[in-house]
């Protein structure tokens, strides 16, 4: 009987779920340039995610969001705080 693991700290690109990723990228393509966030503030989000003990298996536990969704846009924010630091 093989065990599955759960990957902590990882974004669902790390955690073998490309369907998720897929469909989020697709969403995230959609957003109009005044909501999504420019892409090294998209970037400098993720990092801060990534080393965040509320990531789990690509999922934010604190408040349930996928953080590759969530960090898309502009005016959203880490339940944490976390991201207060990033402009």
Avoid: N
Avoid at 29 to 52: F, H, I, K, M, N
Avoid at 55 to 82: H, T
Wanted: hydrophobic fraction near 35%; charge should be positive; include cysteine.
């Amino acid at each position: 009987m093989s065990e599955e693991r759960v990957c902590r700290r990882c974004l669902l690109r790390e955690s073998g779920r490309e369907d998720m990723l897929a469909d989020i990228h697709a969403r995230i393509t959609r957003l109009s340039p005044t909501e999504r966030a420019p892409q090294a503030l998209y970037d400098a989000r993720l990092a801060v995610c990534c080393g965040c003990a509320h990531l789990i298996g690509g999922v934010c536990v604190k408040c349930g969001c996928y953080p590759e969704f969530r960090a898309a846009f502009l005016r959203q924010r880490c339940p944490m705080r976390l991201w207060d630091t990033q402009k």
